[in-house]
Structures are given as C-alpha cells and as structure tokens.
C-alpha cells in the first residue's frame, strides 16, 4: 500500500440527552464548521481516554451537565465518509435519561444550550438529526 490509500480519521464522542418528558439537550456551535447551528453535545477524544470518557468530559464542558461514565448507554458508531465537512470522522454516540430541569448552562465552545422538545427540532449540524433518531428508536425498543 502507498502512503496515498491512508487517511487520516479522528475520533469523537456525542451524546443525546433527553428527559423523561421529550426533550434533548441542544448546544449552538460557537465554532465552524456549522457556527450557529445546533448540535449536540460532543467532541474529540484526547489521547488515553475512552470515547466513554470523552462524552462525559464533553457534556460537563459544554453544557455543564455532569454523569458518570457508566449513566452512559452507547447509541452506536457514525463512520460516514462525508459526515464532517473537515475531513473523516468517526464518532461514538451515547445516550442520557435525566428528569425535567436538569440544569444546563454553556460552556467551552458552545453559545447556547438548551433543551428542545423532541417534536421541534430545529435543523442540526452533521448527522446529529440521524444520532437523535437512532437514540428514540433504541430506547422505544426497551
């Protein structure tokens, strides 16, 4: 294989948090790509740590919103080629329950964050609209 047949793929971490009276935790992107859209809460994974990890670090820096890493049920990966404009990433998704007025406030590089009523969903950045969808189906499966 030349040098030419690799890529370079990096590795985040999302999570969809509802609450037990649908909604889902929304944050605006303070940063491009998609500055000013709504997203939910993620980001890379830093070296040694688990995506696990990575989600639970992510939603404490970004929405103020703490959980231990084992409150977090994996979702699934998204390894689309094209789902990040700058470039190939893989992401694992996870998922939260919290109760209603769960606080939140914004951090790191989120503007805003809020919760959505799952049935008014504004337009979200990436694939973040399938992660939601895939989240209500597993847990209408339990």
Same mark, same amino acid.
């Given at each position: 294989?030349?040098?030419?047949?690799?890529?370079?793929?990096?590795?985040?971490?999302?999570?969809?948090?509802?609450?037990?009276?649908?909604?889902?935790?929304?944050?605006?992107?303070?940063?491009?790509?998609?500055?000013?859209?709504?997203?939910?809460?993620?980001?890379? +994974?830093? *070296? &040694?740590?688990?995506?696990? %990890?990575?989600?639970?670090?992510?939603? =404490? $820096?970004?929405?103020? @919103?703490? /959980?231990?890493?084992?409150?977090?049920?994996?979702?699934?990966?998204?390894?689309?080629?094209?789902?990040?404009?700058?470039?190939?990433?893989?992401?694992?998704?996870?998922?939260?329950? +919290?109760? *209603? &007025?769960?606080?939140?406030? %914004?951090?790191?590089?989120?503007?805003? =964050? $809020?919760?959505?009523? @799952?049935? /008014?969903?504004?337009?979200?950045?990436?694939?973040?609209?399938?992660?939601?969808?895939?989240?209500?189906?597993?847990?209408?499966?339990?």
């Amino acid at each position: 294989m030349s040098a030419e047949t690799f890529e370079t793929i990096r590795y985040t971490a999302d999570t969809v948090v509802t609450t037990t009276d649908g909604r889902v935790l929304l944050i605006e992107r303070g940063w491009d790509p998609h500055k000013g859209k709504w997203a939910l809460p993620g980001g890379h +994974v830093d *070296p &040694g740590e688990t995506s696990r %990890a990575a989600a639970a670090r992510e939603l =404490a $820096e970004e929405a103020g @919103l703490y /959980a231990t890493e084992a409150e977090l049920d994996q979702v699934g990966v998204y390894d689309a080629p094209d789902r990040d404009p700058r470039g190939r990433y893989v992401t694992v998704a996870y998922h939260l329950l +919290v109760i *209603p &007025g769960t606080p939140i406030t %914004a951090g790191d590089d989120a503007v805003r =964050a $809020e919760w959505w009523p @799952l049935d /008014a969903l504004p337009p979200l950045a990436f694939d973040h609209s399938q992660i939601v969808a895939d989240t209500l189906a597993a847990a209408d499966a339990v």
